[in-house]
């Protein structure tokens, strides 16, 4: 009888150890073992050509949830939007997976201010960005494109037929973003000094992504520290200059508040930088993207165009009124920002464990969301790479969740300036094609570079021919 519990005993056992096992093992996130020790599967990102079509990949043989190594660090990425929802109330951002971009944005920038500081940040400067903020800005975004507009009426006056829609974007975009944030009247030869340095910084930035550094101590590598400083200092003149006046509380911007609530000097330069660069890159490829689509969608240009003629006289500036009934605009720039994949990732950490989608994940572990990812997801939109405004249709969005559509990323920490961007989009886009009929140069083959930010591979060239 005792030998027979025993027995018993030790099959009851032998099924529970069985159990806790496989319930361990089918809890572990599906993924990618380290191709190397060292450097974990950042020779595997760098082959796939950037972070965003490593995820791609990844999600494909995967599914919505997997792991990688980043160097010896694991590494969750997530892409579906019920996981999103999972994430919504996290605030910390992991600095290891942004670490590259310090050198331009500074250790002090909020990119990297994480808990109480960093809450306390956002509580302060989204002051600069609520809705009643930045309709005041809306007299500039149309002063700024007007004034481009104009630049480009003169060329087809002189009989030029191209023109460089991206040097166009990027110069409004960071011309409206330093007029409206930093109240900073730009200097035009000043301003293409900035870009320069900005330009060269930048691609080394993301070329040493893909592994590609200049050697230490080389010319190259003299030159771009010598670009990044050029950079900076721009920037930190902008701030000198708003320093030395005194702003009524009505009249502050975003700088204002920066200059108020800064705790030091370095923080205050860190996060000027991180705002000027968060605040144009971004914003110039958004409005590339909208108008090269449109170029080669005429129907739906037409389409825009008939739409913004019937909340907008032909002279009028671009109004709040004008933007909240262009339904079709709206339409539009969401179709832009999801085709694009223009801020293909974000990322969250938590100290303490959690589970995510039903998975254990030890705390402290980067979680990527895989925004673009999702944004290409066939489930939700069909033809992903297809430019289509009517997947925003009213009725269209009805069916599918929310949180699948996450172009400025999820919940507590999203971007500060998505209602700020959205508005600049729509007053460049419906002034643009409200004056212009706008087309594509014949033979141009337009990749889509997946960085930090996503960014045509060469110049687009436009034409342009005035609407009556
Ligand atoms: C044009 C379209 C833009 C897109 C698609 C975009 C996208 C994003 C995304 C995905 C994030 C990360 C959010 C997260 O972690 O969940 C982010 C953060 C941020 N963005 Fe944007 N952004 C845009 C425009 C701008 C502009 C115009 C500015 C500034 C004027 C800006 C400033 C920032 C800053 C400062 C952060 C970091 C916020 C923090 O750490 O709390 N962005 N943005």
Known sequence: MHLYLQFIVGLFLAYIMKKIFLTKKEKEIPGME?????????EDLGQA???????????????????????????VSISSPEMFKEQQSVFDRPPILFKFFEPLIGPNSLQYTNKDAGKAKRREYDRSMSHKAITRYLGEFNAVINEIMDMLCKDMERGVTEHALCTHMATFALKADLMTLFGYVSDDSKITEFQNNYNIYWSAMEASLGGKCPEPGSKEEEDLQTALKGAKDFVK??????????IREENERFIDILIRHSADEETLLDDAVTY???GFHTTANYLIWGIYFLAGNSAVQDRLHVEILEHCEKDESISMST??????????????LRCSVLAPFAARYLDEDILLGGYPIPGRTPIVHALGVSLHNPEYFPEPSKFDPDRFSPENIKNRPK??????GVGKRICPANRFANMEAAVCIAAMVRKFEIGLVDGQKIEAVHGLVTHPSTEIMITLKHRH
């Open 237 to 246: 003149g902008v701030v000198e200059i708003r320093q030395k006046l005194e």
């Open 276 to 278: 000027v660069v968060g």
């Open 323 to 336: 933007i909240s009934k262009c339904v079709y605009l709206k339409q539009v720039s969401d179709e832009t």
């Open 403 to 408: 949180t699948a559509f996450q172009p400025f």
């Open 49 to 75: 050509g950037s972070l965003h079509q490593f995820l791609v990949r990844l999600h494909g043989k995967y599914g919505k949830i997997t792991s990688f190594w980043f160097g010896t660090q694991k590494v």
């Open 34 to 42: 380290p191709s190397s020790k060292d450097m974990g599967n950042l």
